[in-house]
């Protein structure tokens, strides 16, 4: 991975930060540090970011609320996102997985660790960058949906012919949706599909499910509250429709 990549470590303990951006920093990484979530996405507005290291605990904006705000821009879906934080409880991985992070690391954490997931997820948006930049060939196993079209083989995703950038449990979602289009899907296949998770129940399905439909949604084209393409039917799941 080039060594210009630059790191947004986000934390609210000051010897965390200099540990993390002396090690970074000896790697050959560019790492800007931030105090609060609202400090770093001021500072991702004016700086090209790779990727994202926060905590979860921290006031005002907590690391939860920090991801969820991020995967509302289009133009930073694409940078990966990891938690290195004290939050241990099995809920809590879960929480931020089904969020839409990219990894979830709990402190303390052994420095070639921390080192082989930042290597490992950079070298994955890369692929992914070269993989969305490459000519579209209609593949012979295409799903398409109204306005919305899918390469299952290759990991690639259009809306209105225009590139979509979404995370693997994003693809996942969509892919079931668009492959049974108009079918109400119930929230404990999705989850089981998405996060390789068998739900206790349908209220605990519902609450893993639900914030990966809401970032896809959006990418997909929702304002504010609405459904966009993908319907929720109460009591029943989620489906896909073409409009």
Same mark, same amino acid.
């Given at each position: 991975?080039?060594?210009?990549?630059?790191?947004?470590?986000?934390?609210? #303990? =000051?010897?965390? %930060?200099? !540990?993390?951006?002396?090690?970074?920093?000896?790697?050959?990484? *560019? /790492?800007? +540090?931030?105090?609060?979530?609202?400090?770093?996405?001021?500072?991702?507005?004016?700086?090209?970011?790779?990727?994202?290291?926060?905590?979860?605990?921290?006031?005002?904006?907590?690391?939860?609320?920090?991801?969820?705000?991020?995967?509302?821009?289009?133009?930073?879906?694409?940078?990966?996102?990891?938690?290195?934080?004290?939050?241990?409880?099995?809920?809590?991985?879960?929480?931020?997985?089904?969020?839409?992070?990219?990894?979830?690391?709990?402190?303390?954490?052994?420095?070639?660790?921390?080192?082989?997931?930042?290597?490992?997820?950079?070298?994955?948006?890369?692929?992914?960058? #070269? =993989?969305?930049? %490459?000519? !579209?060939?209609?593949?012979?196993?295409?799903?398409?949906?109204? *306005? /919305?079209? +899918?390469?299952?083989?290759?990991?690639?995703?259009?809306?209105?012919?225009?590139?979509?950038?979404?995370?693997?449990?994003?693809?996942?979602?969509?892919?079931?949706?668009?492959?049974?289009?108009?079918?109400?899907?119930?929230?404990?296949?999705?989850?089981?599909?998405?996060?390789?998770?068998?739900?206790?129940?349908?209220?605990?399905?519902?609450?893993?499910?639900?914030?990966?439909?809401?970032?896809?949604?959006?990418?997909?084209?929702?304002?504010?509250?609405?459904?966009?393409?993908?319907?929720?039917?109460?009591?029943?799941?989620?489906?896909?429709?073409?409009?």
């Amino acid at each position: 991975m080039t060594d210009t990549a630059t790191i947004l470590v986000v934390d609210d #303990q =000051a010897d965390h %930060l200099s !540990a993390i951006e002396m090690l970074l920093v000896g790697f050959g990484y *560019r /790492v800007i +540090l931030c105090a609060s979530g609202t400090m770093a996405l001021q500072r991702l507005e004016e700086e090209s970011i790779d990727l994202i290291l926060a905590d979860v605990a921290m006031p005002q904006m907590n690391g939860y609320q920090l991801l969820e705000a991020v995967r509302r821009q289009p133009r930073w879906a694409t940078v990966p996102f990891i938690f290195v934080t004290a939050r241990a409880l099995d809920s809590d991985v879960r929480y931020g997985k089904a969020l839409g992070a990219d990894d979830y690391l709990t402190k303390p954490i052994q420095p070639e660790d921390l080192l082989a997931v930042v290597e490992g997820k950079l070298r994955r948006r890369e692929q992914l960058a #070269q =993989a969305t930049a %490459l000519p !579209a060939a209609p593949p012979p196993n295409e799903i398409r949906v109204g *306005r /919305v079209r +899918l390469d299952p083989g290759h990991h690639r995703a259009w809306l209105d012919d225009l590139p979509l950038a979404l995370s693997v449990k994003e693809f996942v979602l969509l892919e079931q949706l668009a492959g049974q289009a108009g079918v109400v899907l119930p929230a404990r296949a999705l989850v089981q599909a998405t996060h390789g998770l068998v739900a206790g129940d349908a209220d605990e399905a519902r609450e893993l499910i639900r914030p990966l439909v809401r970032s896809l949604r959006q990418k997909l084209g929702a304002s504010g509250e609405g459904p966009g393409l993908i319907e929720t039917v109460r009591g029943l799941g989620y489906r896909l429709v073409e409009d």
